[in-house]
């Protein structure tokens, strides 16, 4: 193949090669996501944070992010902060208003053996996350499986053309 077809042809080669890599490590992260919201929320302890700040993030290919600022009391009233704990665009959506935080405190889950944010859920975002992370793995296997089997149609096929070639002249 020569020309546009060819040029194109070896682009759309080498993004189902990505999509066969990229797709099963993007299943993978969602449900390693998925389970720890999962094991918090089923064995976290809950508490009442204040909300220190909210964080919104636009990434230049569109699309938005939110994270809050969180600050408790754990159960043996040791000061606790979690900071950029993020929440889905359906949560934000509810609690800042033109750009202002509506609310001055969440209720969350957090595991006390472990610091940081990764063992802090928002109690009422938890489900939407948990969703997001199952969908997500939908699209990571989905895109998995048709560059696997993309990139083995265009490889082979290739191959045999290659073999057919020196026989033909």
Sequence with gaps: MSGIVGWITGKIK???LIAAIGGPVLAFFSWQDGERVRTIAAKGIEAQASV???TR???RRGGTSYSVDLAWKDATGKDRTAEKISVS??????????DKL???????KYLPDEPGKDAVIIAD???KQADQDSEMIYVGAGAG???IVGSA???LLGRRRQEDEPQAA
Excluded: P, Q, Y
Excluded at 89 to 97: G, K, L, M, Y
Excluded at 102 to 108: A, E, P, R, Y
């Design 145 to 147: 499986a048709i560059g």
């Design 125 to 127: 975002d938890a489900a």
């Design 57 to 59: 993030t636009k990434r």
């Design 89 to 98: 665009n359906e949560f934000a959506n509810r609690i800042i208003r033109n």
């Design 14 to 16: 080498w993004l189902l």
């Design 102 to 108: 509506t609310v001055d405190s969440l209720k969350i």
């Design 52 to 54: 220190e700040g909210a």
């Design 153 to 155: 149609l265009f490889f």
